[in-house]
């Protein structure tokens, strides 16, 4: 089953380092993690995207918990909650018919062209990461130059929070 | 008055000093020389200086685990640091609250391939509880706060702080943090109420109940309150390697260890209770083998461990209860106390009627009559002789199992060894830490002729120190452990576990300064023994007992096996 697990911890140096390591060193699967410092500059939140069985995600949590730089930390997955992931996409855009249909798939997808040259768009795509997959694969295969995904960031929904 | 301001080298002293830290074990180099220079400066607690960093940490270690208290070592960087690794992955998995600093090349040069530069904290993390890297003078001393903290409480382990030699350089004023609190760092000592509860209404109605203790017991300091559950309940006690001596292992609800190389009986009565408590014990493979085979019966479980983690990991608990084992098993047994209720008596003698016919088998017995000495004699007679006082440490082997086996400890901390990693090697390092901590104990080291040459080195330090430790090598000729596997499981095949050209061991512990004997016949074991504990009390004596190449560990399960697959002899 896939997980999506929020991750409250020091913002210390080596603290990712910390739980990147036990991800391997324990064999646990890592599908997706990014990380940023919250508005509190002393901690950093992270989220993670694993899969598991429920023994394996019960261990996840343990462990992670056992961290002594991590102060809280919740499965996503357990309740309601959003996600939504950053994409970057180089597409071909060189002649009028190109550019006329990558213009048009990104307005139907909520999508911006943030950077025009003279024979490419690069599209940006917020959205949970099925409806980024759902854009690659409207996108003719040869279209597509470059893509950059920043990995799901997550967010329990109304009154479910992870604060200290 | 202007505040004085300290280098950090003598800040590290001072802190150390705030710890009540009686020794440290290390070794100098480089980057640590102005923390060695406020060292020869100081007089509140003595260094002790080793031959290799390994038994530094192997010694802090075993002075932790025979009194509870933080052990710690200081080494240098690079080499140092490296050769450090082993002794804080030993005590790593065998939850021991140790301090190690090490030093580290200066900030400016962190990342330059600086000479004797490693990552010291990427290279530790996977095997410390945790580690860090000091890169201001101000933060040595509440590093130094946290690290002992950290170290001890909660499921206790090896922390490791760094510091670069120039921070050791500057300066600040000082200030010993007296109490410390972390927000991302606060373990639960106090069990679950609701769940003690159900854990003593589950024990009331057992009718063929296991106590299985491990190292935890030890740890938490629970002896008390485990022998208070035991007695009051009546039930059977085992232990794993690690918790030997928690529970008295004279006493008759004793049915000796499980596991591997435990007894018929407990391994028996583990596979046929229908209730289960473990008390700080973390179903290790050594232990519950294949933990498939393993939850072959309807039993229920309760599960008491400080670290969530070790609670339904290899084996799912009905009741998992968070908490100091102490601390829990005295509320239990308030409970027990209080209740009305007692165990099913009719059933109870059932049971003890079954585990005594288990024990009738005679699981570790051996053959007495033989012409060359037995190893397990060896061991029965050091029991005797010491009157079972004696502080025991042991290496990793056979002679390991027989220690754990012959040797029936009634006290906790006085069996050390390693269980979780193995670490041949430790047996010698080990008596040291023990033998300083406490200095009018019998301490005596079960090794092999194997192990005892991964730190023989440190014969030079117990010289040193005067360490009258009783060395017992257990001398088969074989990586004797090596040979029963590849006799069992490769058909006789020894591939390199014959140690051809062994030193005399005798006149090496003389070249020591020590006391060397070569023993070789049976008729000879307890008067060697003897003469080592009187004549010889005050010296290091180093016993070469030449024994059965060919004898081997029974009981055994195979790896993977069911705990009722087991090889009797
Ligand atoms: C050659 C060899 C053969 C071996 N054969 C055997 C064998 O036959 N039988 C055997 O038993 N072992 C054997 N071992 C040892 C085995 O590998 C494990 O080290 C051992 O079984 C683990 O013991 P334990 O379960 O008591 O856990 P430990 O490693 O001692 O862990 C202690 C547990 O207690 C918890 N704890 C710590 N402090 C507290 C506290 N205050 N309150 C509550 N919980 C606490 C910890 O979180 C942890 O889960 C062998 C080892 C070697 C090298
Ligand atoms: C550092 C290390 N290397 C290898 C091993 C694997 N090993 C376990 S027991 C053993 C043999 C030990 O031989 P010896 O010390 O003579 O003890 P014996 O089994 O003969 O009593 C070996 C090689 C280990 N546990 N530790
Ligand atoms: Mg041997």
Redesign the interface.
């Known amino acids: 089953m896939r997980h999506i697990i929020s991750v409250l911890?020091?913002n210390e140096?080596?603290a990712l380092?910390?739980v990147a390591?036990l991800f391997s060193?324990r064999g646990y699967n890592i599908e997706s993690l990014t990380v940023a410092p919250t508005e509190d500059a002393t901690l950093s939140r992270m989220t993670i995207v694993t899969t598991g069985s429920n023994?394996v995600i019960?261990?996840i949590t343990?462990?992670l918990?056992?961290l002594?730089?991590?102060?809280k930390m919740q499965d996503l997955s357990d309740g309601d909650h959003i996600e939504r992931e950053l994409m970057l996409v180089k597409v071909r855009a060189a002649t009028g018919e190109q550019r006329e249909e990558m213009k048009r798939l990104a307005d139907i997808f909520r999508g911006r062209i943030i950077d025009v040259a003279d024979k490419t768009y690069t599209i940006e795509l917020t959205g949970p990461g099925s409806k980024l997959d759902a854009f690659l694969d409207a996108l003719d295969a040869g279209a597509i130059l470059e893509t950059v995904r920043t990995g799901a960031s997550g967010i329990g929904r109304g009154d479910r929070m992870l604060k200290? | 008055m202007a505040e004085l301001e300290l280098t950090g080298a003598e800040i590290v002293i001072r802190c150390l000093h705030a710890e009540g830290v009686e020794y440290v074990f290390g070794y100098p180099g480089g980057a640590v020389l102005n923390i060695y220079d406020e060292i020869y400066k100081q007089k509140g607690f003595t260094h002790v200086l080793v031959r290799h960093e390994q038994a530094a940490v192997h010694a802090a270690d075993a002075y932790s685990r025979s009194t509870g208290k933080v052990g710690v070592a200081l080494v240098t960087s690079g080499p140092g640091a490296t050769n450090a690794v082993t002794g804080i992955a030993t005590a790593y998995m065998d939850s021991i609250p140790m301090v190690v600093i090490t030093g580290q090349v200066p900030t400016a040069a962190i990342g330059q391939d600086a000479f004797q530069e490693v990552d010291t904290?990427?290279i530790t993390?996977?095997c410390v509880?945790?580690n860090f890297?000091v890169k201001d003078v101000k933060d040595i001393a509440p590093t130094i706060k946290k690290a002992f903290y950290?170290a001890a409480t909660g499921r206790p382990g090896p922390v490791v702080v760094d510091i670069p030699k120039d921070i050791t350089q500057h300066s600040c004023t000082f200030e010993y943090p007296e109490t410390i609190s972390?927000?991302?760092?606060n373990p639960t000592s106090k069990g679950h109420a609701g769940q003690i509860k159900r854990a003593v209404q589950m024990l009331l109605e057992a009718k063929r109940p296991v106590i299985y203790t491990g190292g935890g017991a030890v740890l938490g300091n629970a002896a008390a309150p485990l022998a208070e559950m035991a007695r009051d309940l009546g039930y059977p006690v085992t232990s794993t390697l690690m918790g030997l001596g928690g529970y008295k292992a004279n006493d008759p609800l004793f049915l000796g260890m499980l596991g591997m190389h435990g007894t018929y009986e407990a391994n028996m009565a583990m596979q046929h209770c229908d209730v289960l408590i473990a008390v700080g014990a973390r179903f290790d493979d050594r232990v519950i083998g294949n933990p498939k085979h393993f939850a072959k019966e309807a039993r229920r479980i309760i599960h008491i461990d400080i670290?969530?983690?070790s609670i339904?990991?290899r084996v799912?608990v009905d009741v998992p209860i968070v908490g100091d084992v102490g601390q829990v098993l005295e509320e239990m047994n308030r409970l027990l106390k209080a209740s009305s209720e007692r165990p099913e008596q009719a059933a109870l003698k059932a049971w003890w009627a079954q585990i005594e016919l288990w024990r009738a088998q005679d699981c570790l017995k051996y053959d007495r009559s033989s012409a060359m000495i037995k190893p397990q004699y060896v061991v029965e007679k050091l029991y005797e002789i010491t009157q079972g006082q004696a502080f025991v440490t042991s290496d990793v082997g056979q002679h390991q199992m027989w220690a754990a086996q012959y040797y029936k400890f009634d006290e906790p901390r006085r069996w050390i060894n390693s269980g979780g990693l193995g670490t041949m090697g430790v047996g010698l390092p080990y008596a040291m830490g023990v033998q300083l901590a406490h200095p009018d104990a019998m301490v005596a080291c079960i090794t092999g002729e194997g192990s005892i040459q991964m730190n023989i080195q440190e014969l030079s330090t117990c010289k040193e120190y005067k360490l009258p430790i009783k060395v017992i090598l257990l001398n088969n000729g074989y990586l004797g452990m090596v040979r029963q596997w590849q006799e069992f499981f490769y058909e006789e095949r020894y591939a390199e576990s014959y140690v051809a050209s062994l030193p005399d061991f005798a006149k090496l512990a003389e070249a020591y300064g020590h006391v060397g004997m070569r023993i070789e016949k049976p008729e000879d074991v307890e008067p060697a023994l003897r003469r080592a504990f009187t004549e010889h009390k005050d010296q290091l004596v180093f016993m070469n007992f030449i024994t059965d190449p060919r004898e081997n560990v029974y009981p055994m399960i195979p790896a993977g096996k069911g705990l009722s697959e087991m090889i009797l002899v």
Request: glycine residues 8%; hydrophobic residues 30%.
């Open positions: 911890m020091e140096a080596g380092s910390r390591g060193a023994e019960e261990q343990k462990q918990n056992k002594v730089d991590v102060i200290i | 904290v990427g993390r996977p509880k945790h890297l950290i972390m927000r991302s760092y670290d969530p983690s339904s990991k799912k």
